[in-house]
């Protein structure tokens, strides 16, 4: 009977360190499981750093990389062709980036729909995208996906909305009743505008001011030009 006791009481301590070195093993399994790093998405990361020369200025938003790679300025839109301050805006950008290696921060998404990388472009130690708006050559445009330098860029806006640079010595248009806008895209319209009724009700914001747009980062649509 004393044999039998023993030899359970063996049982036992075996039973528990095996217990003990199962959970161990386990401990370890999951710690090298949590350091694995994650496998790599299809897109591209937005924590991507990526640099390259710049070989033409399409725009005051817009270059083309020595290789080829496309790239828009993330959180900000540069005038359109034909609107008030366009070659002025590209010339700027010209001297800020142009036959220059830039460094590339890439948004959020990392690519837009044609294909171009969208990122905060720096030059010089100078983010060129905060740079332009503070100069008053380009709309703060701050769509769902253009966040990560939020404060920079409304803050250089506001710099030049209050010491009138570039696109704001301009007249301002005549005031409309409201102005509906889609924060998806970034963009403020008229209330006639062609592009109102495509958005969507569940996006849809009404501001009553101008200014009100302007200080939630949204930029003036260029067909309507509110």
């Known amino acids: ?13 075996g039973t528990v360190v095996g217990v003990i070195a199962t959970t161990l093993l386990l401990v370890v399994v999951a710690a090298v499981i949590y350091r ?3 496998k790599p998405h299809a897109a591209v990361s937005p924590k991507d750093l990526r640099s390259g020369k710049v070989k033409h200025v399409r ?3 817009k270059v083309v990389l020595d290789e080829g790679e ?3 300025y993330a959180g900000i839109r540069a005038p359109f062709d034909g609107e008030p301050f366009a ?3 590209q010339r700027r950008n010209v001297e800020l980036v142009g036959d220059k290696k830039v460094r590339l921060r890439l948004d959020e998404v990392g690519k837009d729909k044609k294909d171009r990388f969208v990122a905060y472009v720096f030059a010089d130690g100078k983010m060129v995208n905060e740079q332009l708006v503070h100069e008053g050559l380009a709309f703060v445009q701050l769509a769902a ?26 007249d301002t248009p005549p005031m409309e009743s409201q102005y509906p806008a ?21 996006r849809l914001v009404i501001y009553q001011k101008r200014t009100e747009a302007f200080d939630a980062g949204l930029a003036p649509c260029p067909k309507c030009r509110p």
């Open 1 to 13: 009977m004393k044999t039998d006791a023993r030899h359970r009481r063996r049982l036992d301590k």
């Open 36 to 38: 694995q790093p994650t």
């Open 59 to 61: 725009s005051g938003s």
């Open 70 to 72: 496309e790239v828009v």
């Open 87 to 89: 070659e002025e805006s």
């Open 145 to 170: 996906q253009h966040r990560r330098f939020e404060k920079a860029l409304l803050a250089a806006q506001v710099d030049a909305r209050k010491n009138r640079r570039g696109l704001w010595r301009l």
């Open 182 to 202: 889609d924060p998806k895209y970034g963009n403020f319209h008229r209330p006639t505008c062609e592009d109102v009724p495509k958005i969507k009700p569940e």
